[in-house]
Nanobody
Framework: QLQLVESGGGLVQPGGSLRLSCLTS????????IGWIRQAPGSEREGVSC????????NAADSVKDRFTISTDSAETTVYLQMNRLKPEDTAIYYC?????????????????????????WGQGTQVTVSS
């Protein structure tokens, strides 16, 4: 059974850092695109970043591109979102999500952070609060 479990959220001061983790199980990471999506109170969900293990490719939204980095561990079971120079507007519930994609498909259609409607599997989310 495919599962995604997020952790690492919390309260941090503006300018601080957090690393979120998405522990995956029940599927080979190389066959899926993993995305990080956030939802702030009263707002729609926003795609933050996406990652393809099969291509070693990642992409990020312009609002976070120079501050957030997506990566995976050597065992390819956990996908991380390293968040630096956090701002109050980064406050949100952060979800990781997965969609199956072949390598051949991804060569011509690299993952885009905003394509959140494509995701088939979602974690439960972890709260990130940036406040002084």
């Amino acid at each position: 059974q495919l599962q995604l479990v997020e952790s690492g959220g919390g309260l941090v001061q503006p300018g601080g850092s957090l690393r979120l983790s998405c522990l995956t199980s029940g599927f080979p990471l190389e066959d899926y695109v993993i995305g990080w999506i956030r939802q702030a109170p009263g707002s729609e969900r926003e795609g933050v970043s996406c990652f393809s293990s099969s291509l070693g490719f990642s992409n990020a939204a312009d609002s976070v591109k120079d501050r957030f980095t997506i990566s995976t561990d050597s065992a390819e079971t956990t996908v991380y979102l390293q968040m630096n120079r956090l701002k109050p507007e980064d406050t949100a519930i952060y979800y990781c999500a997965a969609v199956r994609r072949t390598r051949n498909f991804l060569i011509n259609h690299p993952c885009m952070p905003e394509d959140i409607s494509d995701y088939e599997y979602w974690g439960q989310g972890t709260q990130v609060t940036v406040s002084s």
